[in-house]
């Protein structure tokens, strides 16, 4: 079983940054694929960002250029550095990981999610 807690979300005004953690419980943590998914009411859960065990990452259109995804595997944790924050990334945060293999996502888990707010 894995466990991801999220810390880090809180309110900031347009153009400031915030910096998510996720901290990872289980031995498995090394060969998953980290991201970091949002939902804002009203609208489905997308990716934000994905980095991958080799540290190849991925992210949203949305984002590029803005946020940096990162982990470290020694510490179990993957971060999600988001600068020049707009109200529109306004939603819930969650981190994820799963295995993947044979084109299918294996052991899927889902952090508790944490709320980011951008308003002045």
């Known amino acids: 079983q894995v466990q991801l807690v999220e810390s880090g979300g809180g309110l900031v005004q347009p153009g400031g940054s915030l910096r998510l953690s996720c901290g990872a419980s289980?031995?498995?943590?090394?060969?998953?694929?980290m991201g970091w998914y949002r939902q804002a009411p009203g609208k489905q859960r997308e990716l934000v960002a994905s980095i991958t065990s080799g540290g190849t990452t991925n992210y949203a259109d949305s984002v590029k250029g803005r946020f940096t995804i990162s982990r470290d595997n020694a510490k179990n944790t993957v971060y999600l550095q988001m600068n020049s924050l707009k109200p529109e990334d306004t939603a819930i945060y969650y981190c994820?990981?799963?295995?993947?293999?044979?084109?299918?996502?294996?052991?899927?888990?889902w952090g508790q999610g944490t709320q980011v707010t951008v308003s002045s």
């Open positions: 289980g031995s498995i943590f090394r060969l998953d694929v």
């Open positions: 994820n990981s799963y295995y993947p293999s044979g084109g299918l996502r294996w052991n899927d888990y």
